[in-house]
């Protein structure tokens, strides 16, 4: 068996650990003579997972009892409508569009109610992310969204905007865990766990209580309504059962390293190793403006189509998998989330060096 090292922007690479931990309890989950998938939801192993896994995600983010956690369904793109469809009390959101999950977010917002554009680096193809200190927010705004950590183009709001009081929204799917953070500046902070915890398909949802009511946008489904997604705990209907599991299992993999603050240091760490190789290389550049870079997708190019394509299949070749850009904007992106381990971009510089000696 020979396992590569995988850049991919998502889903994405997962720790070791936790994916040999979940291969031997896949036939028997701890003496159930069963497997978490075939188990029902409403059982006391499971009840016991996915209450450990909120306690978990809980204790390393430092969430507050006034918050409540939801493992939601739809990934992070059902989220686009059940904000709005929550919160929109006043039918007006404020939008900051830093790349295509900010503005499929704004579009979907535009279907129930008046989405504002208050800030946009589209002008740069997204490669910067805009001041963010004196916006125009809409004084009857009933939130502000932003994407903190934009996958595709690699930036990440390195300050969250002032929001002059409005209800913060943020969209964290690629730095979802990555680094300390304090929950009680948002109102929701979700995302969708492919990139940085567990199995595609689940979401997490942060969300104060006071945001969490009956008062919703006329025709809002049932299971669309964060109430009853936090009055059931998760368990309204039967949730992405082996998806938790695993998001609960990657909670403990962060605990025993050390959690958000040692996350940080490591993702720190891997981050300059690239960054820095980038900003000396003759033949590769880093496409974002310095200060708003992200620490966990790094797109980079050669300014030559054709080098890139033969970059990325060599790579490919040397067991560095998933390196071409988004179809958006080409080039190459190196994702190196939280199970990237540190040889996985030591040995992919080694290996754009010698690339560079040959190319250029
Ligand atoms: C991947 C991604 C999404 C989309 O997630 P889905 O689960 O496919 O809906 C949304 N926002 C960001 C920032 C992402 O990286």
């Excluded at 396992?3 to 896949?26: Q, T």
Aim: glycine share 8%; with cysteine; hydrophobic share 40%.
């Amino acid at each position: 068996m020979s396992r590569v090292y995988n850049f991919s922007a998502g889903p994405a690479v997962l720790p070791e650990a936790v994916l040999k931990e979940a291969a031997e309890e896949m036939l028997d989950y701890k003496g159930t003579g069963m497997s978490v998938m075939e188990m029902s939801h409403r059982s006391k192993a499971y009840e016991e997972i996915i209450n450990e896994a909120e306690a978990d995600l809980r204790e390393l983010i430092g969430i507050p009892d006034h918050y409540k956690v939801m493992f939601l369904q739809g990934g992070a793109s059902t989220q686009f409508a059940m904000i709005p469809m929550n919160l929109m009390k006043n039918k007006v959101a404020d939008y900051i569009i830093t790349g295509q999950w900010a503005k499929k977010a704004f579009k979907e917002a535009q279907l129930y109610g008046k989405a504002n554009a208050i800030a946009s680096s589209e002008d740069k193809v997204f490669s910067y992310i805009p001041d963010c200190s004196d916006l125009p927010v809409s004084e009857d705004a009933d939130y502000v969204y932003i994407c903190e950590n934009n996958t595709i183009y690699g930036t990440k709001f390195k300050t969250l905007p002032n929001t002059k009081g409005k209800t913060l929204v943020a969209d964290v799917s690629s730095c979802f865990l990555s680094e300390p953070v304090d929950i009680t500046k948002y109102g929701i902070m979700y995302g969708g766990v492919q990139k940085n915890i567990g199995p595609a398909g689940v979401a997490i949802a942060i969300v104060r209580e006071d945001l969490i009511t009956e008062d919703v946008l006329p025709g809002t489904p049932t299971m669309l309504r964060y109430k009853i997604h936090a009055d059931n705990k998760s368990l309204y209907n039967t949730p992405p059962c082996y998806g938790i599991y695993i998001c609960g299992k990657v909670f403990k993999w962060i605990k025993s390293m050390g959690g958000l603050e040692a996350m940080k240091a490591h993702n720190e760490k891997k981050a300059a190793i690239l960054y820095d190789f980038l900003d000396q290389s003759k033949l590769f550049k880093g496409t974002v403006r310095k200060e708003d870079r992200s620490l966990m997708n790094v797109p980079f190019i050669t300014g030559n189509e054709e080098l890139d394509a033969k970059f990325v299949k060599e790579a490919k070749a040397a067991g560095f998998e998933n390196l071409k850009g988004h179809r958006s904007v080409g080039g190459m992106r190196a994702s190196i989330y939280n199970a990237m381990p540190i040889e996985g971009v030591e040995k992919l510089v080694a290996f754009m060096k010698e690339f560079e000696g040959k190319n250029l």
